[in-house]
């Protein structure tokens, strides 16, 4: 469970990503996250968090740019995808990390938004992928951000606080996307 100022988010962890999902869980064990902050937000696409920089940092710091001493190999599969409340791992992107291994603890929740099937045809031609009619099914009903299917790591969802996600990404933020109050979290795992 992801507890904020906010609410609380369920979250299921996916068995097809095993690595992601024992690093994770490593983590929540150890209390890493415990104080650490969503410090990048954005309405209608994702709440960001698990830099650790962000434990004591101070207000208007840039954050995003930490990690631990590893990455994650990427564990794509077509059908985990960007979905409204699907929980991913950040990376480097561009082609510094032309693996695109995962960050080894910074993670997204997709806020994401609605999408008809005509921005949805211009996102295949544009990103020479193909969206699979069960995903733009849900991609125009319930939302998420389909531009980032396969090319980050989806590694569990969120069951329950949706509303929890829509809060945090409307917060007012600076022009670095990072809230002006910091919205702290703690992760634990429920039995």
Same mark, same amino acid.
């Given at each position: 469970?992801?507890?904020?100022? $906010? ?6 962890? $996916? ?10 869980v490593? #983590?929540? !064990? /150890?209390?890493? $996250?415990?104080? #650490?902050?969503?410090? +990048? ?6 709440? /960001?968090?698990?830099? *650790?920089?962000? +434990?004591? @940092?101070?207000?208007g %710091? +840039?954050l995003?740019e930490? @990690?631990?001493? $590893?990455? #994650? ?17 950040a ?7 032309? /693996? ?5 603890? %910074? ?5 994401? !938004? %609605? ?16 969206? *699979?009619?069960?995903? +733009? ?7 998420? @951000? *389909? ?24 917060? *007012?933020?600076d ?5 002006? %109050? ?8 429920? !039995?």
């Open positions: 469970m992801v507890s904020t100022t $906010y609410g609380n988010m369920v979250v299921k962890l $996916y068995n097809k990503t095993p690595l992601h999902r024992d690093n994770f490593k #983590l929540v !064990k /150890q209390h890493f $996250y415990d104080s #650490l902050l969503f410090h +990048r937000v954005e309405k209608d696409f994702m709440i /960001q968090g698990g830099d *650790p920089d962000s +434990r004591h @940092a101070k207000r %710091q +840039r995003g930490g @990690a631990l001493n $590893y990455t #994650l190999p990427p564990e794509f599969d077509t059908s985990l995808f960007h979905k409204k409340g699907a929980v991913a791992a990376r480097e992107a561009g082609t510094d990390n032309p /693996q695109k291994r995962s960050n080894s603890c %910074q993670f997204y929740i997709v806020d994401g !938004k %609605q999408f008809t099937d005509g921005e949805m045809d211009n996102m295949e031609a544009k990103l020479h992928i193909k969206i *699979p009619e069960n995903h +733009r099914k849900i991609y125009r009903t319930v939302g998420g @951000a *389909p531009f980032l299917d396969m090319n980050y790591t989806v590694f569990g969802e969120v069951m329950s606080g949706f509303d929890v996600i829509e809060k945090i990404s409307r917060v *007012p933020k022009n670095n996307d990072r809230p002006l %109050q910091n919205i702290e979290m703690k992760i634990t795992i429920l !039995k």
